[in-house]
């Protein structure tokens, strides 16, 4: 029979709130204990492993090397612990009173709503908390165990089960300044234009914006398009969205080389091994609905091969 721990979950979370808080003083506001409930913990630690994990540089108290790798292993085992006890939890209902779904911008909104309609016929008391989200913030949501189920781009690392791939292009209004150079665009000219952007809260987003220096930032898509068919500036947007624009010459695909570019749109669970019945069945609506779709628009939401 394996030893068993000497160390407890409750010593490892003191040791990742006074790492992450940024001191024993912090970390002890934030768990609600006193700070010498903590030095305590983190003493035992040290002395049960027989290892230094903090050091005085300076007025600082910094991990040592071993400090990180036993905070980095800490981290790992509570999350572990975490998503445990919610997939006991999830086991032991025969049904979710609410579900937590975040969807990428980039899903089509007729998609998503129609596979919220399907489930609600199939359980209309499950009560659904959609987050729409730009690019990392799908992911933060994910591992912060705030929803059941993610659906974001591969563009940004997220990782899961390929529903398509969404084809991108560079637009302006017919009449913008980037229309009437008569030429091949470089990215110096984009560099001296204004682009329209969808606000994104993840530390994804300086590098999103870096080097755009005239910008817009709006929170959806409905206002990024509007401010694009009024000649306010140009941006990349997913072809299916602006399909009609497209069609009425109100927006144009600007003339340059990278005006084309492609994203994977994945779907993930937040706990791939204790989902939960209903989190797992509206996942297959929505992975039905997906590849149906692509059937039906071949050429505008183009399926993953």
């Known amino acids: 029979m394996a030893d068993a721990p000497r160390i407890t979950l409750e010593q490892w979370r003191a040791l990742q709130a006074v790492v992450e808080a940024g001191g024993y003083a912090p970390a002890a506001e ?12 983190v003493q035992k630690i040290e002395r049960l492993l027989d290892v230094k994990v903090f050091e005085i540089r300076g007025r600082k108290a910094v991990l040592t090397e071993a400090g990180q790798v036993l905070y980095r292993r800490a981290r790992t085992l509570l999350d572990e612990a975490t998503l445990l006890e919610r997939g006991a939890a999830a086991m032991s209902r025969d049904w979710q009173p609410e579900i937590g779904i975040a969807v990428e911008i980039l899903f089509p909104t007729w998609l998503l709503v129609d596979a919220l309609g399907e489930f609600a016929q199939e359980r209309p008391e499950t009560r659904i908390e959609v987050y729409e989200t730009v690019m990392t913030d799908t992911i933060a949501l994910l591992k912060e165990g705030k929803v ?31 229309h ?34 005239v910008r817009w930032t709006v929170s959806n898509k409905a206002t990024q398009i509007r401010a694009l068919t009024r000649g306010y500036g140009y941006a990349y947007v997913p072809v299916y969205n602006i399909l009609a624009e497209l069609a009425s010459g109100e927006l144009k695909v600007l003339p340059m080389p990278q005006a084309r570019r492609s994203t994977r749109i994945v779907l993930a669970f937040g706990d791939a091994d204790y989902p939960g019945r209903d989190a797992a069945r509206l996942a297959e609506i929505i992975r039905a609905r997906a590849a149906a779709e692509c059937k039906v628009r071949a050429g505008k939401l183009r399926p993953d091969r």
């Open 30 to 41: 934030v768990l609600h204990k006193t700070q010498s409930t903590l030095t305590y913990a």
């Open 148 to 178: 059941d189920i993610g659906i974001g781009s591969e563009e940004v690392g997220m990782a899961g089960e390929p529903l398509f791939t969404v084809d991108f292009v560079a637009v302006a209004h017919p009449d913008h300044a980037l």
């Open 180 to 213: 009437k150079l008569g030429r091949k665009l470089t990215p110096r000219d984009l560099r001296r234009h204004r682009r329209i952007l969808i606000r994104e809260t993840g530390p994804q987003r300086e590098r999103e914006v870096a080097g755009v220096e």
